[in-house]
């Protein structure tokens, strides 16, 4: 069963730091639309969240003992970590609820892309949430080219989800 989603991210990452400062969300999933704002302080353990579903706002504070990252940031810091490292932990914010992700190398693959097929870099995922006990387990496929594209993305389980990128463009300088 394809379910349309369709949405945006953006965050705001001070020059000298990894962890961002302020990060939105906004996608429609179904019939649901969601907006989430986040505000975290410098050393990335303290968050601020407004989410929307729909018309019901809710706001929560939160305070960790480890830095967190929105979800746009965390991949960015993924792919230079995984270039680095060929595997890794991060935690995430998001959906006012925190996930711990491992990522481990698994190898080179050829994917279909909309510009014809390209090598890619694959990496296996592990992650949970703080609300479920159940891991979870996928892949994500990274270009191999300098912007480090994410061409597809995979969750494994007995609803399996696939996201592939179907339209993308680069900023004229």
């Not at 962890?19 to 429609?28: C, F, L, V």
């Not at 969601?34 to 990335?44: K, L, P, S, T, V």
């Not at 989410?51 to 746009?72: I, S």
Request: proline share 5%; aromatic share 12%.
């Amino acid at each position: 069963v394809m379910v349309p989603m369709s949405g945006q991210a953006a965050s705001l990452v001070p020059m000298q730091g990894s962890s961002p400062s302020m990060a939105m969300n906004r996608y429609r999933l179904g019939n649901n639309q969601y907006d989430e704002r986040i505000e975290i302080d410098a050393a990335g353990k303290s968050v601020h969240s407004k989410r929307t579903k729909n018309t019901k706002m809710r706001e929560t504070n939160r305070v960790f003992d480890f830095p967190v990252q929105d979800f746009l940031s965390a991949f960015y810091a993924f792919r230079i970590q995984a270039k680095k490292a060929k595997s890794g932990c991060t935690h995430i914010y998001a959906n006012q609820r925190t996930y711990t992700v491992w990522f481990y190398e698994a190898g080179e693959e050829e994917i279909k892309t909309p510009v014809g097929h390209r090598k890619s870099d694959k990496y296996r995922i592990e992650f949970g949430s703080e609300r479920s006990k159940k891991m979870r387990q996928g892949h994500v496929w990274i270009s191999q080219d300098g912007n480090f594209l994410p061409y597809k993305a995979e969750i494994l389980g007995e609803r399996h989800i696939e996201a592939r990128v179907h339209l993308y463009h680069f900023p004229r300088p």
